[in-house]
Antibody
């Protein structure tokens, strides 16, 4: 059973960089076949896809966040990470990592982490 | 602002059926498969339906999905109190990005 666990600071100051890591267990990121996504949910709101990465390092980002987002992968630790720069209060959200199936015309998230709340405040 | 529109809420008595619509366009639903997610209060979303109408292992057949043109529908039969949750549709959009629906709260009366 694949499990994902987010970790990182729960409080980030405005203008700083938000950094989160997702640790995957029960399966290897390097085995391929899946992408690895970050998704966020503003308090009381809907879901927003941030971007995903393949084990090879290939990435794809939501155009609305692309200028501030970097997703990276560390296959030796079976982890992938999110960096979001120049944060504001609008980036306060629960951040989820998720395993992503991506194929021609088909995309879905079959395993999710429990989520971690990141608050942007001074 | 999501490009996939869902009703804010639906409700029904235990044992009854509810349907949740997800309206999009040719830029998203019209040309891609749809998936559905259930988010119980205080928990992470969970995959309910993928490829329009397929259920992952462990998802009861009370949950069903369909797609027609630029809209998709999630059906829940034999409604249970444990089904009270937020439900989201999702698909790839040509913007290009993955997009989720606005979400629908299911209430069991």
């Amino acid at each position: 059973q694949v499990q994902l666990q987010e970790s990182g600071p729960g409080l980030v100051k405005p203008s700083q960089t938000l950094s989160l890591t997702c640790t995957v267990s029960g399966g290897s990121i390097s085995s391929g076949g899946y992408y690895w996504s970050w998704i966020r949910q503003h308090p009381g709101k809907g879901l927003e896809w941030i971007g995903y990465i393949y084990y090879s390092g290939s990435t794809y980002y939501n155009p609305s966040l692309k200028s501030r987002v970097t997703i990276s992968v560390d296959t030796s630790k079976n982890q992938f990470s999110l960096k979001l720069s120049s944060v504001t209060a609008a980036d306060t959200a629960v951040y989820y990592c998720a395993r992503t199936y991506s194929d021609h015309l088909m995309y879905y998230f079959d395993y999710w982490g429990q989520g971690t709340l990141v608050t942007v405040s001074s | 602002q999501s490009v996939l529109t869902q009703p804010p809420s639906v409700s029904a008595a235990p044992g009854q059926k509810v349907t949740i619509s997800c309206s999009g366009s040719s830029s998203n639903i019209g040309n891609n498969y749809v998936s559905w997610y259930q988010q119980l209060p205080g928990t992470a979303p969970k995959l309910l339906i993928y490829e329009n109408n397929k259920r992952p292992s462990g998802i009861p057949d009370r949950f069903s999905g369909s797609k027609s043109g630029t809209s998709a529908t999630l059906g829940i039969t034999g409604l249970q109190t444990g089904d009270e949750a937020d439900y989201y549709c999702g698909t790839w959009d040509s913007s290009p990005r993955y997009v989720f629906g606005t979400g629908t709260k299911v209430t069991v009366l």
